[in-house]
């Protein structure tokens, strides 16, 4: 039996970027350095779109989004996503299914 990990799978999506509609924000980039320690998002976004920078900033790139909801739902503490699904014939475009 052929084993392909969760990164290959991934990669057979095409994602269709939304230029200068990004579905997904950070409200307040200050909440993300000052008051979350954990930035959980950094580590739980199963597609990779955030990244803990080290001055404690949180960058977002939306392009690859998986359109999950985890992001929105792992922030609940601090509610600083603005989070909707892309517009439609953009986004992910997932090929199994």
Known sequence: ????????????????????????????????????????????CPAGCYTAEGNGAVTLITDGCLECGTCRVI??????????YPRGGFGILFKFG
């Open 1 to 44: 039996m052929m084993r392909v990990n969760v990164e290959e799978k991934l990669f057979q999506n095409r994602y269709k970027v939304d230029a200068g509609r990004p579905h997904i924000q950070i409200r307040d980039p200050d909440v993300c350095r000052s008051q979350c320690q954990a930035q959980q998002c950094t580590t739980c």
């Open 75 to 84: 922030c609940t503490e601090f509610r600083n996503v603005d989070w909707e």
